[in-house]
């Protein structure tokens, strides 16, 4: 059974940071794209950061480029997302997604306040 | 960026009834559309993907048509565990991949 498990949240400041991780189990996870993606209160799903299944090719959305950094360690079947400059509309639950068979994670929230 | 719309917002149906909800893309997507459920407290679970395949261990009552701009996703005979938010997302031209605003069916 696919199991995607995020961890890391947190009440943090604007302008601070944190490191979110999703745990990828019952499959061959180096052999799999990734996706973070986060959802605000109250509103949609929204696309944050890509890897493949290599970590050669990332993409970010507009809004977190120059903030988030997207990596895997393969080894560890592990992903995450390092998330510096935090703004209040940064505020959502994020999910990591395996796109092949629509795998999501159960979500950890990360809210910026002070 | 491909603008994804739902329509309408709210839903409201009678247990049993059939409901159609619509997906628009502002320019072709091919049939690269999905469909995503999703409950109060949950992550959304997907549903349909190539806008009329659907995903594994989704009852027959869910399906998806449509291609290029236009796409429906009808539940034929809606049950109670059915009344949720449902979005469509579109991956033919990415990143970014895109969702609608989402539609919420209601019981009536």
């Keep these: 059974e696919v199991q995607l498990v995020e961890s890391g949240g947190g009440l943090v400041q604007p302008g601070g940071s944190l490191r979110l991780s999703c745990a990828a189990s019952g499959f061959t996870f180096s052999s799999f794209e990734m996706n973070w993606l986060r959802q605000a209160p109250g509103k949609g799903p929204e696309w944050v950061s890509f890897i493949n299944s290599g970590g050669e090719t990332i993409y970010y959305a507009d809004s977190v480029r120059g903030r988030f950094t997207i990596s895997r360690d393969n080894a560890k079947n592990s992903l995450d997302l ?32 002070s | 960026e491909i603008m994804m719309t739902q329509s309408p917002a709210t839903l409201s149906v ?62 034929s005979s809606l049950q109670s565990e059915d009344f949720a938010v449902y979005y469509c997302q579109q991956y033919n031209d990415w990143p970014p991949l895109t969702f609608g605003g989402g539609t919420k069916v209601e019981i009536k």
């Excluded at chain 1, 639950?93 to 990360?110: A, D, F, I, K, S």
């Excluded at chain 2, 059939?18 to 072709?28: D, G, I």
């Design chain 2, 14 to 75: 009678s247990p049993g009834e059939r409901a159609t909800l619509s997906c628009r893309a502002s320019q072709s997507v091919n049939s690269n559309l999905a469909w995503y459920q999703q409950k109060p407290g949950q992550a959304p679970r997907l549903l349909i993907y190539g806008a009329s395949t659907r995903a594994t261990d989704i009852p027959a009552r869910f399906s998806g048509s449509g291609s290029g701009t236009e796409f429906t996703l009808t539940i």
């Design chain 1, 82 to 113: 390092q998330m510096n400059s935090l703004r209040a509309e940064d505020t959502a639950v994020y999910y990591c997604m395996r796109p092949h068979g629509g795998y999501w994670g159960q979500g950890t929230l990360v809210t910026v306040s």
